[in-house]
């Protein structure tokens, strides 16, 4: 196969150790699929680990690519998949410990990877992966959300938080979220309601909410309690030592680490298919101008939210 560019660093540090270089792309093994990537979504993940900061899982061998989430199309499966085939317009997530999708080719497991609904755009289809996944699997697998129930979203304007308000309301849940005051409006036309500042004052929404979903990690437990209807659930998705020790003891507090079921990715293609999940594109940038947009966006991230997409092919 052809040599392919992709983004690459050979040790952990600052946005100044990636580097735009060749390489080949490896053969698809048992149950891969080989993507030809058109667009590429960063998250914070992809910094987090190039800065080294997520060693126990990506390991000490260099060079390593970057980037998780991606849309594209299957160039080559490996032996046992039959979900997916050479031609099909998808997007999915590439393996944490390899990464890979800011590339014109990456390489994922197959039940990472899903059909791509045809009447999104790759650019709109590979912001979805990580954000919708931690969202989805968030509310529905851990928080057991039902319809008719009130949910609370801290922080419900990030990329989780939006994907979080948007897969609550398709389920029939009412909800209501924290914002920075400048965002009230937005919040509003998202279907937020109530609205608050994010240092609220939980009393006079006391016992609301059936499911209190912390997606910023700096709601203080009391305040969530306060919130929370009896037999309700808190959800963090920002995991420390002390919380996943509150987490392990009964009561309402749950911290949820995303995993990687094909039929919740499916969930979020269909979802976003049929026009009910959308994120925000801040900005679209080529591969080769990719890594000067990804040390702007690092160190100052646009305001307004949004995400950045890097386009190949």
């Not at 990580?130 to 928080?143: C, D, F, K, M």
């Not at 919040?187 to 979903?213: C, M, Q, S, T, Y």
């Not at 976003?272 to 040390?295: K, M, N």
Request: proline share 7%; glycine share 12%; aromatic share 6%.
């Amino acid at each position: 196969m052809s040599t392919m560019k992709a983004i690459r660093y050979h040790q952990y540090g600052g946005p100044e150790v990636m580097r735009l270089e060749d390489f080949e792309p490896a053969r698809p093994g048992p149950g891969e699929v080989l993507v030809r990537v058109r667009a590429a979504g960063v998250n914070p993940i992809d910094w987090k680990s190039r800065k080294g900061e997520m060693k126990m899982v990506t390991g000490r061998s260099f060079p390593r690519g970057l980037g998780i989430d991606f849309a594209g199309v299957v160039e080559a499966v490996g032996d046992g998949v039959t979900r997916l085939g050479v031609g099909d317009e998808v997007l999915g997530g590439a393996p944490l410990k390899a990464a890979g999708a800011f590339a014109e080719m990456v390489l994922a497991e197959e039940k990472a990877v899903v059909k791509k609904p045809a009447n999104i755009s790759f650019e709109d289809a590979a912001a979805l992966p990580t954000v919708g996944i931690i969202a989805y699997q968030s509310l529905i697998s851990t928080g057991k959300l039902q319809p008719g129930h009130a949910v609370f979203v801290h922080g419900s304007l990030g990329g989780v938080g939006r994907a979080a308000v948007q897969i609550a309301l398709m389920h029939g849940a009412s909800v209501g979220g924290s914002v920075r005051a400048t965002a009230a409006h937005d919040a509003r036309a998202l279907g937020i309601d109530p609205i608050v500042e994010f240092d609220f004052d939980p009393v006079p929404l006391k016992g609301r909410f059936d499911v209190v979903f912390d997606t910023a990690g700096t709601l203080p437990i009391k305040s969530a309690r306060t919130l929370l209807k009896t037999g309700g659930r808190i959800i963090d998705i920002n995991p420390t030592p002390a919380k996943f020790a509150r987490s392990a003891l009964p009561g309402p507090f749950k911290v949820a680490i995303a995993q990687t079921v094909t039929k919740d990715l499916e969930e979020v293609a269909r979802a976003a298919g049929q026009g009910a999940l959308s994120l925000p594109i801040a900005r679209t940038v080529p591969l080769t101008g990719a890594i000067t947009a990804l040390t702007e966006f690092e160190r100052n991230r646009p305001s307004k939210g949004g995400k950045l997409i890097i386009t190949a092919g």
